[in-house]
């Protein structure tokens, strides 16, 4: 039997603002150990018809935890941040073309590593990131039986269950003049769940008013 396959590709673009997040937060505890307790939530501006949106409300309350001490005479600044994420109701969770809304899974997050101020303009730092999403579908290989009961092929399917998705990032902060901030930096996939780049690189910069 001559097995026949075919490519199909296709692309595209779209560029727009995604959805917008408003913090509060509070510190309830100073000094060397720090504790703040604060809560992210988020507004579906963004069009999640084309990627650059969830589609739904979201609120994250968390804490963050942070040290400060020194080791060899640098300043060492161990941190901790978790929170619970509660998504609404989104299409892309649902079926986007009846235009009907389903739940969007929740999700569990958490960071915890440190900065390391290696000189008086450049801080180091490492964290590792970890995420749980609940009762969410899943894109899984399955095997297709022929009619034959002897043919098999490989297949996909979906199932749905929970996935925790392990990341490891590392950068560089450095002030180059006054209260401007460069960062770099690259995260790295530790595992193969959920759908994210292998390494991703990261540029930023941060000005204090």
Avoid: C
């Amino acid at each position: 039997m001559r097995l026949r396959t075919r490519p199909f590709v296709s692309s595209g673009q779209a560029t727009g603002i995604g959805d917008v997040a408003l913090r509060l937060k509070a510190a309830v505890l100073h000094g060397k150990a720090g504790l703040a307790l604060g809560a992210d939530v988020r507004f579906p501006t963004g069009d999640e018809e084309n990627l650059l949106g969830s589609g739904a409300w979201g609120v994250r309350p968390f804490l963050a935890f942070s040290l400060a001490t020194r080791i060899g005479g640098l300043a060492f600044s161990p941190h901790l941040n978790a929170g619970y994420l509660w998504n609404g109701e989104s299409v892309l969770a649902g079926d986007i073309v009846a235009g009907t809304k389903g739940d969007m899974p929740n999700q569990a997050s958490w960071v915890f590593g440190f900065d390391l101020a290696a000189t008086k303009g450049i801080t180091l730092s490492a964290d590792v990131l970890g995420r749980t999403v609940f009762n969410t579908q899943r894109v899984v290989e399955t095997t297709f039986h022929a009619l034959d009961g002897v043919s098999t092929f490989p297949d996909i399917g979906f199932e749905s269950g929970d996935f925790t998705a392990w990341d490891a990032a590392v950068g560089i902060k450095a002030n180059p003049s006054g209260r401007l901030l460069l960062d770099l930096g690259l995260v790295f996939a530790l595992n193969k769940t959920g759908v994210r780049d292998t390494v991703t690189p990261l540029v930023g910069f941060e000005y204090s008013f």
